[in-house]
């Protein structure tokens, strides 16, 4: 099989690259483009582990095909912040200690990066419905929760 050329914008910069049609957007993202912070756990879209939002919503990249990007917007863990200018919910996840082996870490920020985007005053029951589909056998959850609510405080008190 051949393969398809995708044009798409990734971490906002427009892009384009050729995807075997067969291949998963999590393994496209990883071992095309190079972007290793997508980890892939489970590839059933049980674990979370490589979520990704795709034209805004959070989505498991071992449950897409490569090709279904054409004409989309992937943001991806490497766009949230750098070494030295994390995300406030990255600085959050840090603080709270909301990671331990650091597996289930980029699905769970970009689970909740999406989620905060939508819902910008969260419960506790609210962030743990959100990362209800996100598994981590680490931190028992607690500082991750936290780091959630923690990122929506700040926001709130900043406007």
């Not at 095309?32 to 034209?55: F, K, M, R, W």
């Amino acid at each position: 099989m051949t393969d398809q050329s995708v044009t798409f914008t990734l971490n906002g910069q427009q892009r384009e690259a050729a995807a075997d049609p067969r291949m998963h957007l999590g393994d496209f993202l990883r071992h095309s483009l190079g972007l290793t912070g997508t980890h892939i756990g489970c590839e059933h879209g049980v674990c979370g582990a490589c979520t990704v939002i795709v034209d805004g919503s959070p989505v498991r990249s071992c449950l897409m095909l490569a090709v279904q990007i054409d004409g989309g917007t992937v943001e991806t863990v490497e766009s949230l912040g750098k070494p030295g200018d994390l995300s406030p919910l990255q600085k959050a996840f840090s603080a709270n200690h909301g990671l331990q082996c650091g597996f289930c870490t980029p699905g769970m920020l970009m689970t909740l990066e999406a989620f905060l985007r939508t819902t910008p005053a969260p419960t506790e029951e609210d962030v743990r419905v959100a990362i209800s589909g996100n598994i981590c056998r680490c931190t028992g959850y607690q500082g991750i929760v936290q780091a959630a609510l923690d990122t929506a405080s700040a926001k709130a008190n900043r406007t």
